[in-house]
Nanobody, 128 residues
């Protein structure tokens, strides 16, 4: 099974930036798309962004479009989420996940059930 570990979370001020990373081990995820989700207290898990296996196609939630950028490094088997212009509403635990289907031509879908491996999460807190 693929093991996913997030890092890079922390505290930022509104308008600031953070960069999250997700490292994969114990298998290969190079032929699968990846996604970022977040969950705030009392709320359901929310789709943030996804990227296909080749890195040629991406998808973003409307709430982060234009502010967040998803990318992946195939050689390092890592995925990143660059978060700019942070808002207090971005405060949540952020999770990386692997698409259950290989070789999708487009970016993975938004429903959580489309993903079959998950990281432990990393806390992002944005203050005003």
């Amino acid at each position: 099974q693929v093991q996913l570990v997030e890092s890079g979370g922390g505290l930022a001020q509104a308008g600031g930036s953070l960069r999250l990373s997700c490292a994969a081990s114990g298998g290969t995820a190079t032929r699968y798309g990846m996604g970022w989700f977040r969950q705030a207290p009392g709320k359901e898990r929310e789709f943030v962004a996804s990227i296909n296996w080749s890195g040629s196609s991406t998808r973003y939630a409307d709430s982060v479009k234009g502010r967040f950028t998803i990318s992946r490094d195939i050689l390092k088997n890592t995925m990143s989420l660059q978060m700019n212009s942070l808002k207090p509403e971005d405060t949540a635990v952020y999770y990386c996940a692997k698409d259950q289907m290989s070789f999708r031509s487009g970016a993975p879908m938004t429903p959580p059930h489309e993903y079959d491996s998950w990281g432990q999460g990393t806390q992002v807190t944005v203050s005003s």
